[in-house]
């Protein structure tokens, strides 16, 4: 079993829309949540951290469910500009391990 | 401030050819990471240093890929001999401190291609 799974997609919603990815993780030992974003050819970059309390950026929502080891984003009002893969991230000792990524295309 | 960079953007070689990636880090980050991105997967790390010291090299196949970070700040990768397998993006980044929640920041990547 992968240590961080994710749905790959791809997500096709129109502009507007909300849409949420989950991402399941095993080793309950960690410690550290994140996602990142990655555009086509191009590298990851951070878009936001995860905490248990929940955390919101604009018009991002990042949930973390210790007990139930998953953790999810909630994106409202996409944009084109959203259309991504977004990576799902758990930190290990000194470490970070992806999930192999969720696509989301964002259509006018 | 500048990002890390990484050369050269694409290589394509044969099999069995060798290969070397280079990275220069954000200025003044003490730890480094090499990772492998196989197209549809995410990135895994191949090799993580701390100044010039490695912190954990456990997923890196030593029998062809070695690393290095003689001065601490720029460092190189190489493939020696390629196979098929290795196609994939290599990329690097950087971060201020070694601990998980520390930000990393990435490079462009270089984009292996093995015929």
């Known amino acids: 079993r992968k240590e961080v799974e994710q749905d790959p997609g791809p997500f096709n919603v129109p502009e507007g829309a909300t849409v949420a990815f989950n991402c399941t993780y095993s080793n309950s030992a960690s410690q550290s949540f994140f996602w990142y974003r990655q555009d086509c050819r191009k590298e990851p970059k951070l878009l936001m951290s995860v905490y248990s309390s929940g955390n919101e950026d604009g018009r991002f929502t990042a949930q973390l469910n210790r007990a139930s080891q998953y953790i999810s984003l909630l994106i409202r009002d996409s944009k084109l500009s959203d259309s991504a893969t977004y990576l799902c991230v758990k930190g290990g000792y000194n470490k970070l391990i992806f999930g192999a990524g969720t696509r989301l295309a964002v259509h006018p | 401030e500048a990002g890390v960079a990484q050369s050269p953007r694409y290589k394509i070689i044969e099999k069995r050819q060798s290969v070397a990636f280079w990275c220069n880090p954000i200025s003044g980050h003490a730890t480094l990471y090499w990772y492998q991105q196989i197209l549809g997967q995410g990135p895994k790390l191949l090799i993580q240093?701390?100044?010039?010291?490695?912190?954990?090299d456990s997923q890196l196949p030593k029998d062809r890929f070695s690393a290095e970070r003689l001065k601490g700040v720029d460092s190189t990768l190489k493939i020696q001999p390629a196979k098929l397998e290795d196609s994939a993006v290599y990329l690097c980044?950087?971060?201020?401190?070694?601990?998980?929640?520390?930000?990393?920041?990435f490079g462009d990547g270089t984009r292996l291609s093995i015929l």
């Open positions: 240093f701390q100044n010039n010291g490695v912190v954990d």
């Open positions: 980044a950087s971060s201020s401190g070694t601990g998980s929640y520390q930000p990393q920041h």
